[in-house]
């Protein structure tokens, strides 16, 4: 007989992903088979994203070329929870859709696929290993500590569609993480939605950690990380207070030297407009404290311009920040509003032109400070994880890149024989706008 398959297509930012791979595993211990494409499969699960208006067009597009390849579909993801008129939105646009779920919800995803696609007899489980199965690259992968978020920021709805901060307990986690290096991997990306706030929901509850009693706090979370010797980089920290704890591990090697802390603007104004959180701290302050404590400090960041209400001196305000914090990666979004978000009803909401001719100002200064922070790089040497092995050279990235999201450095190898997964001795000699390119040393 046959063995029952499914195809899986997964959008979205790395949260969703990790959702998608307890789903997959899950699928893989019960003895389905995955197939990477349409015709392969008896039936496809899309996982999507509801975020923003353009990732949910991307989600009803994929939808809809999963029912004309396939014919037989289960969505699952933030797009599954948004509404239309009190309708669901997937089911009103593809009413042939199979089901439709939201978000973190792997076990009624997986009760729609046993409804229409009955299990197979006889699961190979040992053929699952102990972290399950990964859809990132072998060396590096997403670690989820926690799930949802306790904020109401004014342009967000996640907290509507994933509900308040729900921390993994400490123990569990670690067991997770020391798999994951147990199977080769190299790179550990933590993530959640807020994830200086982990264990806030468990009041700091402790766990067991390999026989240790240890607090579920992002502090002692990273000191536990840090005992694993690969890298491990943090990311959507917000500057509370004790984010100040874990710089001098940074300064001690001992975690990556890296801060993904979405500011989202600098005017104390529009921040309590946008009700972020840690809004009240003196940003460009924390930020020399950080670097005096480790010089080395990549911070990446996200920012919106064009706000409701934002005036020109307060994005003034927000461009003098960017000189002077110097920060070496940001992202800039013009704003856009998302529907159900409280932001919607702000006074003051901007012309698009304003906003997109706000987000390219931004983008104009940033530009140049990114370049010269990587500039100055040319003639170091750096660690490099080797993402990508081709016939003339390889493709990886420093401390201070994230997968995906950040830049690369181009190494030429010569005759030596690199391997994915290797982490390597690069000779700095370039750099262009956003990347490196380099030698092995
Ligand atoms: S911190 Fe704000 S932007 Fe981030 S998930 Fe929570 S509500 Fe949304």
């Known amino acids: 007989m046959k063995t029952p398959t499914v195809g899986f297509v997964s959008l979205g930012c790395p949260k969703a992903l990790v959702d998608s791979e307890r789903i997959v595993t899950q699928l893989r211990a019960e003895g389905y088979a995955m197939s990477g494409s349409y015709e392969g499969a008896d039936l496809v699960v899309v996982n999507t994203c509801g975020f923003i208006d353009a990732a949910v067009q991307e989600s009803l597009e994929a939808i809809g070329e999963a029912l004309a390849e396939n014919g037989r579909v289960i969505v699952t993801g933030c797009l599954g929870a948004r509404t239309d008129h009190g309708e669901n939105l997937v089911a009103k646009v593809h009413p042939k859709v199979l089901a439709v779920t939201g978000p973190h919800a792997a076990d009624e995803v997986l009760a729609h696929v046993h409804a229409h696609l009955p299990k197979p007899h006889d699961p190979f489980m040992d053929l699952v290993p102990p972290a399950g199965i990964k859809l990132t690259p072998r060396h590096y992968a997403y670690l989820k500590i926690a799930e949802g978020c306790n904020h109401r920021c004014t342009f967000c709805i996640i907290p509507s569609m994933r509900g308040d901060l729900v921390s993994r307990p400490i123990g569990q986690v670690m067991r997770e993480a020391e798999n994951l290096v147990k199977q080769g991997v190299r790179e550990i990306l933590v993530i959640s939605q807020d994830t200086s706030a982990y264990g806030v929901d468990v009041r700091y509850k402790l766990d067991f950690v390999g026989g240790r009693a240890v607090k579920t706090k992002m502090t002692e979370l990273v000191s536990e990380l840090a005992k694993l010797g690969v890298w491990v980089r943090l990311h959507y920290v917000y500057p509370y207070p004790h984010v100040d704890e874990v710089i001098p591990l940074m300064a001690e090697g001992r975690v990556l030297p890296y801060l993904d802390v979405p500011f989202q603007h600098s005017h104390p104004r529009v921040l309590k407009a946008m009700k972020r959180p840690a809004s009240g701290e003196r940003n460009v302050e924390r930020i020399r404290a950080w670097r005096a404590v480790c010089p080395e400090l990549t911070i990446r960041s996200t920012f919106i311009a064009g706000f409701p209400g934002?005036?020109?001196?307060?994005?003034?305000?927000?461009?003098?920040?960017?000189?002077?914090?110097?920060?070496?990666?940001?992202?800039?979004?013009?704003?856009?509003?998302?529907?159900?978000?409280?932001?919607?009803?702000?006074?003051?909401?901007?012309?698009?032109?304003?906003?997109?001719?706000?987000?390219?100002?931004?983008?104009?200064?940033?530009?140049?400070?990114?370049?010269?922070?990587?500039?100055?790089?040319?003639?170091?040497?750096?660690?490099?994880?080797?993402?990508?092995?081709?016939?003339?050279?390889?493709?990886?990235?420093?401390?201070?890149?994230?997968?995906?999201?950040?830049g690369v450095v181009n190494v030429r190898t010569g005759r030596r024989r690199i391997g994915v997964g290797d982490l390597v001795d690069v000779k700095i000699t370039a750099a262009a706008e956003h990347d490196l390119q380099g030698t092995l040393a």
């Open 310 to 406: 934002e005036t020109e001196a307060e994005f003034e305000h927000l461009l003098d920040f960017l000189r002077e914090a110097q920060l070496d990666r940001v992202g800039c979004f013009a704003y856009s509003p998302v529907d159900g978000a409280a932001a919607n009803e702000l006074p003051g909401q901007l012309p698009d032109e304003v906003r997109e001719e706000r987000r390219a100002r931004f983008m104009q200064v940033q530009e140049e400070i990114s370049a010269q922070r990587l500039a100055r790089k040319v003639g170091t040497r750096q660690w490099v994880l080797i993402d990508e092995v081709g016939p003339k050279g390889a493709v990886g990235r420093t401390a201070a890149d994230a997968p995906e999201i950040d």
